[in-house]
């Protein structure tokens, strides 16, 4: 790149400014600075930061390849702000186009109250694309490909209309016959300077036959977006009006920057220690059969590719999945890994056990240094092992190489790569699912998301706990990250055949990419992809490693369990609390730990409280998603002490724990006896591996799980209302009617053989059941078939559309209507979780007449008075601000957050603290409760929050 002399640029060209402060501090910084701070910049994150396997994609799509790709890089953010070089733009600040104006650069009158329908993205993007045309003689059909990353810069490219109507606005551009030609030779002069002084006009010509595909046209984009970012920070790039080009001052900003490199892997060696130089594990401990398969395929499948593994929880599937992401990555040059996780809970459980595994690393260039870890969702500042990490080098070091000319790397949270949007750029994170679904979520600055994914190997783990709704976004992520050539491995206990084939479809349909008109018509594309996925119907054996991603059939490798299998005798109980109360003091007489799983927080409340009075002398635990964030903490972590593998002399010799749906995805617990309300066959399933088999009294050693929540007497049976709420009559129906011979007939259910013939079954078309259940089974289904198109349909109008043909430009991609600023946001989540009715969070706090406290029991800052009057102090609120509470579906809406936002005067005195700003406080009694939106509410830090109707 030649040196950026701006000595030969005219002084109106010196004179356009591009950055300001003015109304604070009259600072500014002329427009060529900082398009070639930002051209510096973004070669910089070209060669040092992005992954090989992102570089070699940009790369691949030019005639020159990667020094094409550094070119194109730096000349794209070198001119991403020549927008700016218009009225349209420059009349917003009066003082400094005073200046521009006693150049010649004059505006209309009008410009002012017109220039918001040609921001200067746009205007930039129609500006390229004269110049191109006039200098190169390319046609706007070819030159959008490129000039679309200027028009996207602020994370929304527009689309034809809002083009057009820039366009067709000349005054705005300076184009206008009275405006005179120094407008415009005055942004070619610019274009032509960073064309040269980046090397692109010695390029261009070669780059008219060019075809980016979308998913590059997006990475570029996010690329100079980030760019951007970086050199607009006064605190790196400070805005001076003298500013001249110093490749010192580039340098140091970005060594006071300091991103960290990609991680460049290197595939575990095919040794059985391997799970001790990994994870710590003890040396006795050896590859289970589904992780020496699943090593095995991530050494032969075609890479990029899919990986699903199915497998019981207990066979080791997380550790399984990294040691897949390692060889995976080490092929594929991928830079890091992103581990999706439904909930927080599990995030955060999840987030230690991949530091153990990324400390021990190794790196090809381990010289580099640290690398960069997230954990992604909204509460991550209040995990302490993450805001550790903020301090360089503590806690968490990577072991020294042996070599002794390497020294050890680290383990980091940057502080740069911590904001909101930004998460995806560490190079290993973990985070909700939601972090990946908003990848196919139309929202502004997507590209930034798409940039920090494309360069990762993904990991999804428990890919049966998504509904229809999200597998909408979730297949469309699949397909984007096939066709950035992602990894991706998907967990889970056992997926329904037709879930396995969309899925495979999806990363089949994005690897292969958009086919010509000519092949679509013909149905070419639906017809072999169909071909790939069509023996992966029905019981394929279980566990499984699955892999595609190549020309010819999916390979399916069935796995041996590792051994361990449990026969459960499965019974029906009556939904009567009274009947339960006598089997459970049967049950445990000699002994004995139970777990009841309820599909509702009220029934499990309402069940923990009449087994308290009924069987006092066994001590009773609630879990479910209705506490404080920091009672749920605690909560897990009492049920893993008491019930997890590690327990050891803890375990009571009598407990009996009721659970919502938390015990079945976030919990390694243990129990000797289980009652669970019906639930779809693979949820059962599921929880009945909470049914560990070790040492137990004899009354309870044969393993038994009752169902109930359902009238067993009529016919078919009838669930309870609050679980068809939750799950739908039909896949309660056909979970009843696979497990009808265990039931009626007592069978013994053998565990793991019979997990995926049973979940096939359930979810086939085949008929289940007795005779006299069939018809209102089918009606059943076609009422779920209904729900499901109608999920299916709401989803699309939001979902990011599949990329298109290569050369089209991405006008309008983020279109949906209106756009979506922040994605994370409470409107965002509802989008991909379909929370038509999105629970709203609070900060609970308690009250004592007029005083307001924290919650007296928490282990910091336990009731301590809150100020009214003035703003916590910064500790202080960050507890408050961790004390977070779900309210129940009930409520939700508009009418509670007003009545919370009236509650209290004194709450704008909090809007100050960046941790308390915009969130709602609930304030309970903890002796008499509260009344809200006609409803009465009281909080136990042992109950949770519990509600009644007035």
């Not at 794209?76 to 009349?91: E, T």
């Not at 289970?288 to 899919?306: C, T």
């Not at 989803?795 to 430009?809: C, I, M, N, T, Y």
């Not at 009214?868 to 009930?890: K, Y």
């Amino acid at each position: 790149m030649a040196e950026w002399d701006a000595g030969g640029l005219s002084s109106a060209a010196r004179r356009c400014w591009g950055k300001s402060s003015f109304d604070d501090d009259g600072s500014w910084m002329p427009l060529h600075r900082h398009l070639s701070d930002s051209a510096a910049v973004s070669r910089h994150l070209y060669e040092h930061f992005l992954p090989a396997s992102t570089r070699d994609l940009i790369a691949a799509a030019l005639p020159g390849g990667r020094a094409d790709a550094l070119t194109l890089c730096a000349w794209l953010a070198g001119v991403h702000d020549i927008g700016k070089v218009s009225p349209a733009f420059a009349v917003q600040v009066r003082d400094l186009f005073t200046v521009m104006e006693y150049e010649g650069l004059i505006a209309r009158p009008q410009v002012a109250a017109d220039r918001r329908l040609a921001p200067h993205a746009t205007a930039g993007m129609i500006i390229l694309d004269e110049w191109i045309f006039e200098r190169y003689r390319w046609q706007v059909n070819r030159t959008q490909q490129f000039s679309v990353v200027v028009g996207g810069h602020h994370g929304l490219p527009p689309d034809d209309l809002q083009y057009k109507q820039a366009l067709d606005r000349p005054s705005l551009l300076g184009w206008s016959p009275g405006d005179g030609a120094l407008w415009r030779q005055t942004q070619y002069e610019l274009l032509d300077w960073v064309a040269e002084s980046t090397g692109a006009a010695h390029r261009l010509s070669a780059w008219d036959h060019a075809r980016l595909s979308q998913p590059v046209q997006v990475l570029l984009t996010g690329l100079v977006i980030m760019a951007d970012w970086i050199a607009s920070n006064p605190a790196l790039f400070p805005y001076r009006e003298d500013t001249a080009y110093d490749s010192r001052r580039i340098h140091d900003a970005l060594a006071e920057l300091d991103l960290t490199a990609p991680w460049n892997a290197v595939g575990p060696e095919p040794s059985e220690f391997v799970l001790t130089s990994r994870f710590g594990l003890p040396e006795s401990c050896r590859l289970r059969p589904v992780q020496r398969e699943a090593l095995a395929a991530a050494a032969d499948m075609p890479a990029p590719g899919l990986m699903i593994i199915e497998a019981p929880m207990g066979e080791g599937k997380t550790e399984a999945a990294l040691l897949a992401a390692e060889t995976l990555a080490a092929r594929s040059g991928a830079g890091g890994c992103y581990i999706a996780l439904p909930t927080q809970a599990t995030s955060d459980a999840m987030f230690a056990r991949v530091l153990e595994w990324a400390r021990r690393l190794p790196d090809r260039q381990r010289r580099r240094g640290a690398h960069s870890v997230s954990l992604a969702h909204s509460k991550a500042f209040f995990n302490t092992a993450y805001t550790k990490l903020f301090y360089r080098g503590a806690p968490a070091a990577i072991a020294q190489d042996e070599r002794k000319d390497e020294r050890p790397a680290v383990l980091i949270a940057h502080w740069w790569m911590a904001g909101r949007k930004k998460a995806m750029f560490n190079s290993f994170a973990v985070g909700t699912i939601d972090q990946l679904l908003f990848g196919a979520l139309k929202a502004k600055h997507l590209a930034l998301r798409h940039l920090g994914l494309a360069g990762k190997v993904v990991i999804v783990d428990e890919a049966h706990a998504y509904d229809v709704y999200m597998g909408v976004y979730l297949d469309m992520a699949l397909e984007w990250l096939a066709a950035y050539g992602v990894p991706v491995i998907i967990l889970s206990a056992t997926l329904p055949a037709g879930r396995r084939r969309d899925l495979m479809a999806a990363y089949e349909r994005g690897r292969r990419g958009p086919q010509p008109a000519q092949s679509r018509r013909r149905g070419r594309t639906q017809d072999s992809t169909g071909e790939l996925i069509a023996h992966l119907s029905g019981d394929i054996g279980y566990p499984a490693v699955i892999t595609g991603g190549s020309d010819g059939p999916a390979m399916v490798a069935v796995t041996e369990p590792s051994g361990r299998s449990t026969s459960v005798e499965v019974r029906t109980l009556e939904d009567d609390p009274a009947i339960l109360a006598a089997v459970l003091h049967d049950e445990l007489a000699d002994g004995g730990c139970a777990l009841i799983i309820r599909n509702t927080v009220r029934r499990v409340q309402n069940t923990s409280g009449y087994l308290r009075k009924e069987l006092a002398g066994i001590p009773v635990t609630v879990a479910h998603s209705r506490f404080a964030a920091p009672d749920r903490a605690d909560k897990d972590e009492l049920l893993r002490v008491l019930f997890g593998p590690s327990g050891g002399g803890d375990r009571p010799s009598r407990h009996i724990v009721v659970a919502s749906q938390v015990a079945e995805q976030s919990l390694d617990i243990d129990f000797d006896v289980l009652v669970t309300d019906l639930a779809p066959v693979d949820l059962v399933l599921q929880r009945i591996g909470r049914l560990h088999r070790h040492h137990r009294p004899e009354r309870v050693r044969p393993a038994r799980c009752y169902l109930t929540g359902a009238d067993w007497t009529s016919v078919p049976p009838e669930p309870v209302y609050g679980s068809i709420w939750v799950y739908g009559r039909w896949s309660l129906l056909r979970s009843a009617a696979a497990l009808f011979p265990y039931f009626q007939d007592g069978a013994k259910l053998e565990l793991p053989a019979q997990i995926a013939p049973l979940v096939q079954a359930a979810y086939s078309d085949i008929p289940l059941g007795p005779d006299q259940w069939h018809e209102s089974i089918a009606a059943a289904q076609a009422e779920d078939l209904k729900m499901q198109a109608d999920k299916r349909r709401r989803a699309k109008d939001f979902r990011l559309q599949s990329p298109q043909q290569p050369g089209k430009a991405i006008l309008g991609w983020l279109y949906a209507g209106s756009h979506l600023d922040d994605e994370e946001c409470r409107e965002g989540r509802a989008m991909v979780r379909d929370l038509q009715a999105d629970s709203i969070e609070v900060l609970l706090i308690a009250r004592d007449g007029n005083r307001y406290t924290t919650l007296p029991w928490l282990k910091r800052h336990g009731g301590i008075e809150l100020p009214t009057t003035t703003c916590p102090e910064e500790d202080l609120a960050r507890t408050v601000a961790g004390t977070t509470l779900n309210l129940p579906i009930e409520l939700s809406g508009q009418a509670v957050i007003d009545e919370l936002e009236q509650r209290h005067d004194w709450i704008e005195s909090w809007q100050v603290s960046r941790y308390l700003e915009g969130q709602l406080v609930l304030d309970i009694d903890l002796e008499q409760g509260t009344e809200i939106a006609g409803r009465h509410l009281d909080y136990d830090k042992d109950e949770g929050l519990q509600v009644w109707t007035l």
